[in-house]
T-cell receptor, first 113, second 113 residues
């Protein structure tokens, strides 16, 4: 079945550091890929998405590129801020059927000033 | 727009008690779903619905019932709570496009003693 594997956390960085959170997936066909972010005490909100191979999703300085050849969707940001501290989830969704989101286990990111 | 709302925010139950978690959305979304979030496991789909009167099981449906009598509401029922159901529950909604964004509610933190 479909699955998503994320880089294990927690990850702790200093402000203005470069961030990479790895995400790889297993799925047949061409799923859509997502990064969701969960700030403390809140629900999940969409950070970015990509719907086909080589698409790049971007938002709030974060980027991720849909790489079908490596089945990856790594999240990157050039200079993190304290306000980026949150839990980040990689997920995939199929275009047909249940259209459910299959999530990775989440990566907790803490940014120190 | 209130988006996706959930009540209650917190709940403590004793083993064997029943309760209903409420979820409502005002975006006229056809697709609604319930997830549970457990540490280190990401979010897992419990039940979903593609429209009023239509529901189906997700990945972890045992111990939970749902119904969808209106487009707006999608309650989740625990008939006889068990400690294994201690979790954070999120409701989500979206339109039925496969790559469309799911919008999450703020969550209900449930503890079963």
């Amino acid at each position: 079945g479909d699955s998503v594997t994320q880089m294990e956390g927690p990850v702790t960085l200093s402000e203005e550091a470069f961030l990479t959170i790895n995400c790889t997936y297993t799925a047949t066909g061409y799923p859509s890929l997502f990064w969701y972010v969960q700030y403390p005490g809140e629900g999940l909100q969409l950070l970015l998405k990509a719907t086909k191979a080589d698409d790049k999703g971007s938002n709030k300085g974060f980027e991720a590129t849909y790489r079908k050849e490596t089945t990856s969707f790594h999240l990157e940001k050039g200079s993190v801020q304290v306000s980026d501290s949150a839990v980040y989830f990689c997920a995939l969704s199929r275009l047909q059927g249940a259209q459910k989101l299959v999530f990775g286990q989440g990566t907790r990111l803490t940014i120190n000033p | 727009n209130a988006g996706v709302t959930q009540t209650p925010k917190f709940q403590v139950l004793k083993t064997g008690q029943s309760m209903t978690l409420q979820c409502a959305q005002d975006m006229n979304h056809e697709y609604m779903s319930w997830y549970r979030q457990d540490p280190g496991m990401g979010l897992r789909l419990i039940h979903y619905s593609v429209g009023a009167g239509i529901t189906d099981q997700g990945e972890v449906p045992n111990g939970y019932n749902v119904s969808r009598s209106t487009t707006e509401d999608f309650p989740l029922r625990l008939l006889s709570a068990a400690p294994s159901q201690t979790s954070v529950y999120f409701c989500a909604s979206k339109t039925t496009g496969g790559s469309d964004t799911q919008y999450f509610g703020p969550g209900t933190r449930l503890t079963v003693l």
